[in-house]
Nanobody
Framework: EVQLVESGGGFVQSGGSLRLSCAAS????????MSWVRQAPGKGLEWVSV????????RYVDSVKGRFTISRDNAKNTLYLQMNSLKPEDTAVYYC?????WGQGTQVTVSS
């Protein structure tokens, strides 16, 4: 059974940091490009970042460039998102995604 389990969300003041984790199981993690996707209250899904399966290259939505860093540990089957200089507009449920597989999400709330 495929599982993606996010953790690390929480409540933080503007300017603070959080590190999200996504523990993967049930598929060959190293073969998949992995993404973080978020959904702010009352809005649709927004792609945030991706890391490839091969060379581990990364891409980010413009609004988080320079503040967020995606990484992966294939030995631990875990995806990460280091979020620094958080802003209230980063408030959302953050989901881990691998192809058609999705986690349950973790809430990030940033107060002004």
């Amino acid at each position: 059974e495929v599982q993606l389990v996010e953790s690390g969300g929480g409540f933080v003041q503007s300017g603070g940091s959080l590190r999200l984790s996504c523990a993967a199981s049930g598929f060959t993690f190293s073969n998949y490009g992995m993404s973080w996707v978020r959904q702010a209250p009352g809005k649709g899904l927004e792609w945030v970042s991706v890391i490839t399966s091969g060379d581990g290259s990364t891409r980010y939505v413009d609004s988080v460039k320079g503040r967020f860093t995606i990484s992966r540990d294939n030995a631990k089957n875990t995806l990460y998102l280091q979020m620094n200089s958080l802003k209230p507009e980063d408030t959302a449920v953050y989901y881990c995604n691998a192809g058609s597989y999705w986690g349950q999400g973790t809430q990030v709330t940033v107060s002004s």
